[in-house]
Protein backbone atom coordinates (compact mmCIF):
# COMPACT_ATOMS: atom_id res chain seq x y z
CA UNK A 1 0.00 0.00 0.00
CA UNK A 2 1.32 3.42 -0.95
CA UNK A 3 0.24 6.67 0.60
CA UNK A 4 -2.16 7.69 -1.93
CA UNK A 5 -3.79 3.84 -1.32
CA UNK A 6 -3.85 4.56 2.39
CA UNK A 7 -5.39 7.58 1.86
CA UNK A 8 -8.27 6.49 -0.29
CA UNK A 9 -8.94 3.62 2.16
CA UNK A 10 -8.97 6.52 4.90
CA UNK A 11 -11.65 8.46 3.23
CA UNK A 12 -14.18 5.22 2.21
CA UNK A 13 -13.75 4.35 6.20
CA UNK A 14 -14.42 7.43 7.58
CA UNK A 15 -16.95 8.65 4.31
CA UNK A 16 -14.66 11.82 4.68
CA UNK A 17 -13.41 13.59 1.13
CA UNK A 18 -9.87 12.69 -0.40
CA UNK A 19 -8.47 15.81 -0.35
CA UNK A 20 -9.38 16.49 3.42
CA UNK A 21 -8.14 12.93 4.43
CA UNK A 22 -4.84 13.73 2.31
CA UNK A 23 -4.31 17.15 4.37
CA UNK A 24 -4.64 14.87 7.66
CA UNK A 25 -2.57 12.54 6.65
CA UNK A 26 -0.03 14.98 5.71
CA UNK A 27 -0.14 17.04 8.75
CA UNK A 28 0.23 13.71 11.21
CA UNK A 29 3.43 12.97 9.15
CA UNK A 30 4.56 16.30 9.45
CA UNK A 31 4.01 16.49 13.16
CA UNK A 32 5.80 13.10 12.94
CA UNK A 33 8.60 14.16 11.41
CA UNK A 34 9.24 17.33 13.33
CA UNK A 35 9.09 15.46 16.70
CA UNK A 36 11.60 13.35 15.46
CA UNK A 37 13.74 16.23 14.20
CA UNK A 38 13.66 17.57 17.41
CA UNK A 39 14.50 14.48 19.37
CA UNK A 40 11.27 13.55 20.60
CA UNK A 41 10.02 10.00 20.40
CA UNK A 42 6.17 9.18 18.79
CA UNK A 43 4.14 6.48 20.62
CA UNK A 44 1.39 5.61 19.09
CA UNK A 45 -0.40 2.98 22.15
CA UNK A 46 -1.23 -0.03 20.23
CA UNK A 47 0.74 0.89 17.16
CA UNK A 48 4.23 1.80 18.47
CA UNK A 49 6.76 3.84 18.67
CA UNK A 50 8.51 6.49 16.70
CA UNK A 51 12.43 7.33 18.24
CA UNK A 52 15.94 7.98 16.92
CA UNK A 53 18.70 6.28 17.57
CA UNK A 54 22.42 7.23 16.54
CA UNK A 55 24.63 5.53 13.88
CA UNK A 56 28.67 5.63 14.71
CA UNK A 57 30.59 6.53 12.33
CA UNK A 58 32.60 3.72 10.68
CA UNK A 59 34.55 3.10 7.79
CA UNK A 60 33.18 1.66 4.50
CA UNK A 61 34.58 0.32 1.05
CA UNK A 62 33.77 1.59 -2.45
CA UNK A 63 32.86 -1.60 -4.17
CA UNK A 64 34.04 -0.30 -7.49
CA UNK A 65 37.36 0.74 -6.77
CA UNK A 66 38.04 -1.22 -2.81
CA UNK A 67 39.32 1.94 -1.33
CA UNK A 68 38.49 2.65 2.23
CA UNK A 69 35.84 5.63 2.67
CA UNK A 70 34.32 7.25 6.26
CA UNK A 71 31.13 7.02 6.86
CA UNK A 72 29.60 9.93 8.81
CA UNK A 73 27.72 9.65 12.21
CA UNK A 74 24.25 9.57 11.24
CA UNK A 75 20.25 9.52 13.55
CA UNK A 76 18.37 6.89 12.10
CA UNK A 77 14.50 6.54 13.14
CA UNK A 78 13.64 3.55 14.86
CA UNK A 79 10.41 1.65 15.23
CA UNK A 80 9.31 -0.67 17.77
CA UNK A 81 6.08 -2.49 16.76
CA UNK A 82 2.89 -2.40 19.52
CA UNK A 83 2.12 -5.19 21.01
CA UNK A 84 -1.94 -5.03 19.72
CA UNK A 85 -0.38 -4.21 16.15
CA UNK A 86 2.12 -7.11 16.10
CA UNK A 87 -0.57 -9.49 17.94
CA UNK A 88 -2.70 -8.42 15.06
CA UNK A 89 -0.32 -9.10 12.04
CA UNK A 90 0.84 -12.14 13.29
CA UNK A 91 -3.01 -13.41 13.48
CA UNK A 92 -3.39 -14.05 10.05
Not at 6 to 35: F, H, Q
Amino acid sequence: MNKQELIDAIAARSGGTKTATAELVNAVLEIVAGALSEGQSVQLVGFGTFSIGQRAARTGRNPATGAEIPIAAAKIVKFTVGKAFKEAVNAS
